[in-house]
């Protein structure tokens, strides 16, 4: 008997991974750009992109290679002992759901003040430097959001198991 709910979930998981790598080509590409540009409003996005590429590509890599094992190993816990794997699972969701409940409302404030400080800053760097935190913020809000949305699924499909 195999725990359905979660391999749907990791599935999902790894291909966010994926897709999150792809886009850290992209960003490589955009740094590459910020490197041999002259614009000082570009190269002030340098960091925030960067960090972000480094985000990405970190991130990615840990979805594409860890979720296989995790599957794995709560699959074979599940086999042993059902109810009390699922009901771990469900503990463990339950908190990573308000992680990312709290995450979405940090990220949507931070650009709300990225975006702020855009229009406070007179000097190209600088305001450079705050449009690319909002591209940073925006990225981690979308990340967070997608990895929100497919736990709260996995946590109703936890929740009707468990109840």
Known sequence: MEFTQLQIWAKGE????????????????????????????????????SLLLILNTGYGIYLVTNRVKYTEEINRQFK?????????EYTKVKSEKKNYTVLRMVWAASIVISIIFCFIFTKD???????????LFFGLLCIDTF???????YFKNLESLVI
Not at 80 to 88: S, Y
Not at 147 to 153: T, V
């Open 14 to 49: 790894i291909a966010q991974g994926k897709r999150m790598l792809s886009i850290s080509v992209l960003l490589i590409l955009l740094v590459i750009l910020a490197l041999k540009s002259e614009n000082t409003l570009f190269r002030g996005m340098m960091i925030p992109i």
């Open 125 to 135: 760097y600088d305001r450079g430097l705050s449009l690319g935190c909002t591209g």
């Open 147 to 153: 990895l929100h949305d497919r736990l709260s699924i």
């Open 80 to 88: 042993k002992d059902a109810a009390k794997t699922v009901a771990a």
